[in-house]
């Protein structure tokens, strides 16, 4: 692949970007540091704006970029403040459809002459009136801007869809977790480590990541937990996350007696999936490129998840997928598994190889680069 540069062959000075960012999910904000640091190093001045709260948890301006605190909102002061920092850029990326809305305020809309480039990470789900104001808000922004990238090719439809006049796919590769500084070296004395202090010692361990919301479809995964009782030795299932179903998925663990602990939000997941048997993704909407199917993929940990949204396209034969929904077919693919070692070695190869077809973190900034180039050359003289 040939690189791209920031620069023109008539030695213009360096690209001008703005990255826009909302509160931003994992994945869109873990990618905006990963696409900032890459364009640093080619040479591309870039502006974070995203709320403080993002700044501290992932540090752009480590990455060299310069953040200006933005809040999310789409109010008069947050508008003005986004485009008081756009007024100098010669390019602007929004993150996300609500950050991608803000972009196309403060940049004057439709006919706007900085270019808007928009990467479409997962779609807003809502009901009611919010779905139809969530859908207006679609279609402004595919239509104001200049190129749309979507995370699969079903973002990529959509986007089409809704008046997108160049939308492309394009997959946001994973930026790798930053290991715990106190971790062990050696990775069988930390998987021990970790499988005993979460009670794992002896009987298999299945690893679920993901706030404690209703999609997610934890209540399927309890459901499913009730027959792996039966199992011997029964497997600990362990859900790191945070999340308003809290409470109720507590109660239901206490008075089922099911073999699930709640641990709350981690930063240690990259040693999490290292110590699991089996990663589970119970969702029952994903539509974007899940964190913990690449995750578990790249570690070689065996994945059950849903037939759902953008996984299938993602993993490929890489992971084991059960209908949304089914607490059934879900507990049987996991027996099945967990019975059956020489079954899943052959899923961690299938995994590995699937893995291998993602883009890598450089060939996702050389894409965007590409991308910011095509808008931002020159016209020839006529």
Wanted: glycine share 10%; proline share 7%.
């Amino acid at each position: 692949m040939t690189p791209v540069s920031s620069h023109s062959p008539l030695g213009r000075s360096p690209l001008r970007t703005v990255q826009v960012l909302g509160g931003g999910n994992a994945g869109s904000s873990a990618h905006v540091r990963s696409l900032a640091a890459g364009l640093v190093a080619r040479g591309v001045k870039v502006t974070v704006c995203a709320p403080a709260e993002a700044e501290r948890t992932y540090d752009f301006t480590g990455a060299g970029a310069d953040h200006a605190h933005v809040p999310r909102s789409s109010d008069p002061v947050a508008v003005a403040a986004l485009r008081a920092v756009c007024a100098d850029a010669d390019l602007v990326h929004a993150h996300g459809l609500h950050a991608s809305f803000r972009a196309v305020l403060a940049l004057g809309g439709r006919r706007a002459r900085t270019p808007l480039v928009v990467t479409w990470h997962d779609r807003a789900h809502a009901e009611g009136a919010q779905a139809r104001l969530v859908r207006v808000l679609e279609r402004r922004v595919m239509r104001a801007a200049g190129v749309v990238l979507g995370a699969t090719s079903d973002l990529v439809d959509r986007a089409r869809l809704t008046g997108a006049r160049d939308a492309r796919l394009g997959p946001v590769a994973l930026p790798g977790r930053p290991r715990p500084a106190a971790a062990p070296d050696d990775p069988d004395l930390l998987r021990a480590k970790t499988r005993a202090e979460l009670g794992a010692v002896g009987r298999p361990l299945l690893i679920a990541v993901g706030s404690l919301d209703p999609h997610r479809g934890y209540d399927v995964l309890l459901d499913a937990a009730r027959a792996w009782r039966l199992l011997d030795p029964a497997p600990l299932v362990v859900v790191a996350g945070e999340g308003p179903l809290r409470g109720e998925l507590q109660r239901r663990i206490e008075d089922e007696e099911l073999p699930v602990a709640l641990i709350g939000r981690r930063d240690d997941v990259t040693d999490l999936l290292a110590a699991a048997d089996l990663a589970l993704l119970p969702s029952l909407r994903e539509a974007g490129r899940s964190v913990l199917a690449q995750e578990a993929l790249h570690a070689r940990v065996p994945l059950v998840a849903s037939a759902t949204g953008g996984i299938p396209e993602l993993v490929g034969d890489g992971a084991e997928l059960v209908p949304r929904g089914d607490a059934e077919a879900l507990a049987e693919a996991v027996s099945g598994l967990l019975g059956d070692p020489a079954r899943r070695e052959a899923l961690r190869d299938r995994g590995t190889r699937q893995a291998a077809t993602w883009p890598t973190e450089d060939e996702t900034v050389a894409q965007v680069l590409s991308v910011y180039d095509e808008l931002t050359r020159p016209l020839p003289f006529l």
